[in-house]
Nanobody, 126 residues
């Protein structure tokens, strides 16, 4: 069965760092673009970052650019999201998702993504 599982969330102080992982099973992650979305209470699910399957190009939302970094390890069937200089407004449930391209992440059309994980909670608070 196709499955995506996020891990690495938790409680961190403002200015701290977390590294999220998205592990795939049941399909080869290397053929897909992998994106990260986040959803805060009462808010929409917004695209955060994405890495393509072809040339490895990356996308970052303005709110996280310069602080977050996405990478992939196809041999491990895993994508990572390194989050630095975290702010309270980064608090959200973070989801990874797979699709043929990063279009759904950049356009905030989450419904087009083919595969989803169940999310991991990131809380940034002192």
């Amino acid at each position: 069965q196709v499955q995506l599982v996020e891990s690495g969330g938790g409680l961190v102080q403002p200015g701290g760092s977390l590294r999220l992982s998205c592990a795939a099973s049941g399909f080869s992650m290397g053929y897909y673009a992998i994106g990260w979305f986040r959803q805060a209470p009462g808010m929409e699910r917004d695209g955060v970052s994405c890495i393509s399957s072809s040339d490895g190009s990356t996308y970052y939302a303005d709110a996280v650019k310069g602080r977050f970094s996405i990478s992939r390890d196809n041999a491990k069937n895993t994508v990572y999201l390194q989050m630095n200089s975290l702010k309270p407004e980064d608090t959200a449930v973070y989801y990874c998702a797979a699709d043929w391209s990063c279009d759904g992440v950049q356009a905030n059309t989450a419904y087009v993504m083919n595969y989803w994980g169940n999310g991991t909670l990131v809380t940034v608070s002192s």
